[in-house]
């Protein structure tokens, strides 16, 4: 996973670069937790561009974060969907806390 | 004209980095069906929420054997994962959405949830102490018969 952090907009990006199920969730999950309590960001954003796979575990794994960051005062956001994550993402209502980011 | 056939037979240990191992064998295996990247989306997607399962549920803190059977009958695909774990107690609840016995691990309950709806069926079978075997079929619909 990659990091970058906008201090201007107190925006945290988290790229993830592996395919997401169980196995690697748990790294996935201390370095976001690591980062989201290291900066605090207003907006937290997954960056999902190089995922090309990922199943439940990836829905534990974003609301997970998404309590993480609201306990800090955050919100998360994910960006880069491919239509078949977009459908298991739909299908388990995450949406509804973990928006796909506006993109105009 | 004739009905193809085919099978494979995969045994592994329970650890979590075959989970990924097993799904790419299973999709290498449907590949010959000429599925969609759709199709092969939702066979990855079925397996490794079965063999998740297995590894986290059957087998919990232990380490066992998970097997997987493919099938393929003219353009069906069959896959059996079963585990030698510690067994579903009631299968109609466990199916439920949301219905998790491990929410402290980041669970979100939507596994056989998801296997349902990609896969044209699911069936479990499980006997407490025993194991569980999730057999899933999926139908891959070519568009036309260009070849055989
Ligand atoms: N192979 C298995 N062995 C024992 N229990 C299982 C197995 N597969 C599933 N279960 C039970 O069924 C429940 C629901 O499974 P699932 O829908 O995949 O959700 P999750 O894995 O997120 O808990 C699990 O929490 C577990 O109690
Ligand atoms: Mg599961």
Not at chain 1, 12 to 28: Q, Y
Not at chain 1, 83 to 99: A, F, Q, Y
């Amino acid at each position: 996973m990659k990091s970058e952090y906008l201090k201007k907009d107190k925006l945290l990006i988290l790229e993830i670069t592996e395919e997401i199920d169980h196995h690697t969730t748990e790294k996935i999950r201390r370095r976001a937790d690591y980062e989201i309590e290291r900066f605090m960001p207003r907006k937290t954003i997954f960056d999902f561009n190089s995922v090309t796979f990922m199943d439940s575990a990836g829905i534990g794994m974003l609301i997970g974060r998404y309590k993480m960051a609201k306990m800090f005062g955050g919100t998360v956001e994910i960006k880069n969907v491919n239509p078949n994550i977009k459908r298991i993402l739909e299908m388990c209502g995450v949406l509804k806390l973990v928006p796909i980011v506006n993109e105009v | 004209m004739e009905f193809y056939e085919n099978e494979m037979k995969l045994e592994f240990l329970s650890k979590s980095n075959n989970e990924a191992f097993a799904r790419i064998a299973v999709a290498a295996f449907a590949a010959q069906l000429d599925p969609t990247i759709e199709e092969l989306a939702d066979i990855k997607t079925a397996v490794s929420e079965s063999v998740t399962n297995s590894i986290i549920h059957g087998y919990e803190d232990c380490e066992g054997i998970i097997t997987i059977e493919c099938k393929i009958f003219g353009n069906t695909l069959n896959i059996d994962v079963s585990d030698s774990g510690i067994g579903i107690e009631n299968i109609d609840i466990a199916k439920e959405p949301l219905y998790t016995t491990k929410p402290n691990l980041e669970r979100s309950g939507m596994g056989f949830t998801i296997i349902e709806s990609f896969m044209d069926e699911m069936k479990i079978e499980s006997i407490v102490g025993l194991g569980t075997k999730v057999s899933m079929k999926k139908m891959i619909k070519r568009e036309e018969v260009a070849h055989v």
